[in-house]
């Protein structure tokens, strides 16, 4: 039967964005150009045709929605820095108005007792680096170091929680292998060195976060899926554990000391993705598997795989046609997390888990009593936070759980179509309205309790 039940003491409750999706102000107060501001020019590579040049305005109405952090009764808020808003150009000079902004917000967070939680590298590369090879050039490696020297060094007096990077294999096979995201590149070959350089850049960042900030908190965030054949035939089992190791273990087992899967780097170098790995230098690995302190799960649902067609890749299919799906088209799949923080504490036993990414996409408006019933969410919200108190229960040293998003906001590919926000904002009016999810979950956390909890 189900029963209310008590939520973890000293957890961490917040909501996350990132700079690019919410700050706008793209060419105010000497920021740099980024990849996603020169991919939005490109005609169709954003379903609506817009851009992220307004997105949320939140550099301007960041006082307010760190109001409505604390009116949803969050003590933590996790945001992304843009890299071309302190460093236009990727390196060298360094932008005071930039880096003024990121210490006022914290400062804002600090007075309203709510934790900060960076993320150093949410996809925005500064364009400038792009032109120079970006994430495939080894040299945005070092340009990474230097970027969270910056910042750190500014932020890390009152900052001890720091997330590197935000999903690696979304910056490399989205952003250089599908085209899908910025900077838009076909190449599955660059894709493998682009997610190399990515983790090393990682690695490379532990050492400089500890050195300037005192008790530093340092992790990595991952986006995680289980994986599903669509048959048990042998073929479509085989498919599903190429896709695991494609999307989940070639960004998990380097960072815990395992390397890169052997059977998948096999079939890349048959393939002609790899040659030798040759941009996989000595001490590269060591480098990547460095000590953390925490590893972030970013997840949303499960993946169903049949065996490929063509080009021998894992090909993914629709989910059951019985199933609750999103906006997104992605199926609302509860266990799926609760296994997924199993697995990874089974495997890799991380010192601590947060969840810094778990949301859906629905699309309800304000109605005429001027508040938004979006039912589906707060549904969604509830099984997901069902699913942790599962986690937990079974030995998994989750910390916190950041819901995605704070704000309806600019969802990359997609423009504004898709609105993962405990917080409506009308783009026209930049108005803000929490909706019945978000009031829902304030709720539960004033009480400290999660009714209907199942076992």
Known sequence: MPSSRALPKDFVWGAATSAYQVEGAVTEDGRGESIWDRLCQ??????????????CDHYHRWRDDLGLLSELNLNAYRFSIAWPRVLPTGRGAVNAAGLD????LVDGLLERRLTPFPTLYHWDLPQALQDQGGWGS???VDAFAEYTEVVTRRLGDRVKQWVTINEPWCVAVLGHASGAQAPGLKDWSLALRAAHHVLLAHGTALPVIRRNVPGARVGIVNILSPSFA??????DLAAAERFDQEFNRWYLDPLYGRGYPQPLSQAYEREGHAHGFDFVLPGDLERIAGKTDFLGVNYYSRTIVRTAEEN????????PPASVRTDMGWEVYPSGLSAVLQRVTREYAPAAIYVTENGAAYGHQPEADGQVHDEP??????AHLNACLGALDAGVPLKGYFAWSL???FEWAFGYKMRFGLVHVDYATQRRTIKQSG??????LATNTLPGVTR
């Open 101 to 104: 902004f990121y210490d006022r």
């Open 312 to 319: 021998n890749r894992p090909r993914l299919i629709a989910d």
């Open 138 to 140: 080894r040299a945005t």
């Open 42 to 55: 490109k005609p169709g590579a954003i379903e609506d045709g817009t851009t992220g040049a307004v997105a």
């Open 439 to 444: 009031r829902w979950l304030a709720q539960v």
């Open 377 to 382: 969410r707060r549904a969604y919200l509830h």
């Open 230 to 235: 669509a048959s048990d035939s042998e073929a």
């Open 407 to 409: 704000l309806d906001n």
